[in-house]
Structures are given as C-alpha cells and as structure tokens.
C-alpha cells in the first residue's frame, strides 16, 4: 500500500500545482488589462470634429434650373483640418433666396468619413443665395453660392478645389471642378465635346485624372483627385487647344511620421519560452498620433535589451499605406523585465518595456563533464556544467556549487551565459591511482533546484632521475692518459720485429765461396 499512498500524494501535489497555475494566469490577465486601460494605446489620427464647413464647387453656376452636385459639407477640428464623422451625422442644409435656387434638405455625413455632397437646384433667377449647414453638437458653417445667365463663346478654364484642403491618406476625391467662361469671365456652354488635360505639379501629394471632358452644351466636369500619404499642396493645371489654360491650389493634411512608437499587448507575459504575437510598432506624427509613410514600406530593427528574458524578430516591416506592424516576442524561461528597441531610418525610435513572469514551475537539470577525465598528482582539469530548464532551453544566472567526495582545490565558476559554467580542479597528492567524485548543485530562485556528478581519475606522479654522465675524479683516475704511451711504443717495437723477419726471409742462407780446381 506505501506505493499507492505515494501515488496518491503525487496526484495530490500536481493537482495543487495545476491550480495554483491557473490561479496566476488568471490575475497576470486581469492586471494585463488594467494596465493597458490605462497605457491609451493610440488607434486614431484624426482630431475629433467640432465645426461644419460648406463649400461650393463651381461658386458660380448656370440660372438655367439645372442640378448641380456643387454643394459639399465638410467636418473638420478646431484647427480647420479634415476630421472623421465618430457616427452618421445627418446636416440640415437651407438656402436664404429660393428664388436663386434651392438645396437638398439633408446630407449625412458617413460614420468613418469627412464630407458628403448635396444637390443645389438653380432657377431662371440670376443671383447669389447663402448656403447653411447645421447639426447638433457642431459649429454651422455657410457658403454663398452665385447664378447667371449663359455668356459667349467659352475662351477661359477656371479651376476650382472644392473642398481645398483633404486627407492625407491615400484616398479618391471628386473635387476638381473645370469650368468654362468667355473672355468677360461669364459662364459659357461647350459648343461641342471638349478634352481637357490635367496635371498635377507634385505628383508625391497628389494625383489628378490625365483627362476630364465638358460634354456638349454643359459648363463645366468633375474630376477625380488621387491624394497620397505625404500631407502638402500641389497646383492643378487644366489645359485644351484652344483656351487659355486654368489653376487651382489643392492642399492635403494628415499627421507626417516623424517617430516610432513601440507598445507590448499585452506588456506582461509567462516566462514559459513560447512565442508571443505581442510587440506592436507603430508610426507616429510628433503628436502621437498615427501617421502612415508617404513613400513606401519602412524596414524597422528590434532588439531586445535582456536576451535572457526574450527575443524579437531581428526586423518587422510597416507596409506602405499602413501604420504600424505586429511582430513576435520570444520569452524565455526566466523571469524578469527587457527593452525592445524599434530604429528605422529617418525616424526617432521608439521603446517598451517587456516583464515574464514564472507561472509554472521548472526544475534544473544538470550535466557536468571534466576536460580531461585522468590527470596526475597537482594537475588541473576543467570541469564543464550545462544548466537547463527541464532539459528545454539553456539555464543562465545559476548559482553553481563544486564539492569533491575527498580533497583537491577548485577556481570561482565562471557563468558563459548561455547555460554553460566552468571550474578548474586541481589535484591533490596521491600514492595510487584514485577516482575522486565531483558533486554538482544547482540552484536559482523560483526554481527547483538540480544536482549532477564528474568522476576524475587522479594519478600519482612517478619521481625519474636525470640521467648519469662518467666523471673522472683524482681517486678514480682513468687508464686511458696512462696506457696510451705503452701501447703506441708497443706498436713500434711489433713493427720493428715484424720488418726483421721480412728480410731475413728474403735474404735466405749465405752462399759457400767458388773453389778453383787445377789439373796437372
């Protein structure tokens, strides 16, 4: 029964694991969102509307009871700029002299939108009328509209922006009136269909359609304006063989992006080592607000000021048009709090601070090496320790301990920061070959900790003696000065008796003498 009492326990334990888990999550999440309540993420470049503007495109129309798509009321802020509708807005529009002509009695103004276009109606009645807009919760605004009779031969465009000034976002605009008029400045019909070139004198603010025609017996066309994402103005030319050419002034507004801004959502997570689609980087004008880049994609570095705490993707790219990018953070399994840095050219960078935090728990893991294994009596070996967070991922700022089962001397431990420590052993004094034993533990707050164990093979030193040269002492002298004399005379005297016997061989035995024999 003790091993399923054990397994009782351990089932118990994980349970009050798992729960205390869930419980950590839950208020890590419910204090994510209370800070990024308060952090007021920037989501709108636009300022909040606050007054109706009305203006009239052309400013002079034809007394002939025609209708006419000229009038368009406009929201903007404070300062005059476009501003978007936070909802339907519906404008009560009048006219002061019906007789001169009358308007549509509303236009709404779309939610997410700045303008809307209402019909004027002229009479026969030559003359001017005010135009008024009004609506609850914002500053009416007026336009005086003019009629008149038909004129001579058209000679004259005249240009016209109506509204002069638009957003800055890439956006199509019909508000580029060309109008046809004598030489006396009167309104004129086209005698026939008329071409019209149009250009743009800076095509990076703005384009305009390359063409627009005055259809036969009308006064005047619409055409599109193309506005891009870089706020200023650019001159419109209206041209046609024939006709003295016309000019108009159209200007764009918008935030220009001037910096980076980096936000973390949410700014806290776990030190779990997973990836996190948390990092958002966005652009900014000087003012805080959104602001897309009038040229093209913006290329933006990250870096992470505490690796050991996460990563980010070495680079995130704002596509043109847009204005900001989501990219990933990578946390690790410690806990603790990191900068991530975005830099981009031409562009203040921009900063967020990034804090994990332990939700489960990790045990280390130890693995120790020695380098070498066998060493002799006073030697040193290095001993290696790889730390990890239950075998996952490299476990740096441990604090490593080395004890060894008998004696022997170690160095301070060196932390390589990516998991890996170092010590030097050296070895004591031995008599016989020992194996020594080189204990590991491994500790770090908010960790259970970890052991691990070496074995190094202590050798003893064997003592050689130098080897012996002869030497020659006054008791001991050498033979060799004293025979040499002896042997060299013994050498002579052989030589000597060795050429005696050679001649006395050659010479033989004398000869007896010749004896004369005489006959008597």
Request: hydrophobic letters at 35%; glycine letters at 8%; proline letters at 7%.
């Amino acid at each position: 029964m003790l091993w399923w009492n054990k397994i009782k326990g351990e089932i118990h334990e994980m349970k009050w694991k798992i729960f205390f888990g869930k419980l950590a999550t839950f208020l890590l999440v419910v204090y994510v969102f209370s800070i990024i309540s308060q952090q007021g993420f920037a989501v709108s470049g636009s300022s909040l509307p606050s007054k109706l503007m009305v203006y009239v495109g052309p400013p002079k129309v034809l007394a002939d009871r025609g209708v006419y798509d000229a009038i368009l009321v406009q929201l903007q802020d404070s300062g005059g700029k476009p501003a978007r509708a936070p909802q339907d807005i519906v404008v009560s529009l009048s006219s002061s002299k019906t007789d001169i002509g009358s308007v549509d009695p509303t236009a709404t103004i779309r939610s997410g939108t700045t303008s809307a276009l209402a019909k004027f109606f002229s009479t026969y009645t030559a003359g001017s009328t005010t135009i008024t807009a009004a609506s609850s919760s914002y500053t009416s605004g007026q336009a005086t509209i003019k009629t008149s009779g038909i004129g001579e031969a058209p000679s004259t465009f005249k240009v016209y922006v109506g509204p002069p000034k638009v957003t800055a976002e890439g956006a199509i605009h019909e508000s580029i009136c060309i109008q046809l008029l004598d030489s006396n400045s009167r309104l004129a019909r086209a005698p026939k269909d008329i071409t019209v070139t149009l250009t743009s004198s800076s095509t990076v603010v703005g384009n305009v359609e390359p063409t627009v025609t005055i259809r036969s017996g009308n006064n005047y066309a619409v055409a599109k304006f193309y506005s891009t994402y870089r706020s200023g103005s650019t001159t419109i030319t209206a041209v046609a063989s024939g006709y003295t050419s016309g000019q108009a002034t159209m200007s764009t507004v918008g935030p220009i992006p001037s910096r980076l801004a980096v936000y973390g959502f949410p700014p806290m997570l776990p030190a779990d080592g997973k990836a996190y689609d948390s990092i958002i980087v966005q652009l900014q004008d000087a003012g805080g607000n959104p602001a897309r880049d009038p040229v093209g994609d913006i290329s933006v570095t990250l870096s992470s000021s505490n690796t050991e705490i996460g990563k980010v993707d070495s680079t995130t790219v704002i596509y043109f048009g847009y204005t900001f990018s989501t990219t990933k953070f990578y946390s690790n399994y410690t806990a603790g709090s990191t900068t991530i840095t975005a830099a981009a050219s031409d562009y203040t960078s921009g900063q967020a601070a990034i804090r994990t935090y332990l939700i489960d728990v990790f045990t280390l893991t130890v693995s120790a090496t020695a380098h070498p294994t066998s060493i002799k009596s006073g030697e040193p070996t290095t001993i290696r320790v790889y730390v990890t967070y239950d075998t996952i991922s490299p476990a740096p700022g441990a604090t490593v301990k080395l004890v060894s089962d008998k004696d022997g001397s170690f160095s301070s431990v060196t932390d390589e920061r990516n998991g890996y420590y170092t010590a030097v052993f050296t070895a004591p004094p031995v008599n016989t070959t020992t194996v020594y034993t080189i204990m590991v533990t491994v500790s770090k707050t908010g960790y259970t900790g970890g052991q691990g164990q070496v074995r190094v093979t202590i050798n003893p030193k064997v003592e050689t003696s130098p080897p012996q040269t002869p030497t020659t002492s006054p008791s001991n002298p050498t033979l060799a000065p004293i025979l040499l004399p002896w042997v060299a005379l013994g050498v002579i005297i052989a030589g000597v008796v060795v050429a005696i016997v050679i001649v006395k061989k050659r010479l033989g035995k004398p000869k007896k003498p010749l004896s004369w024999q005489t006959t008597v």
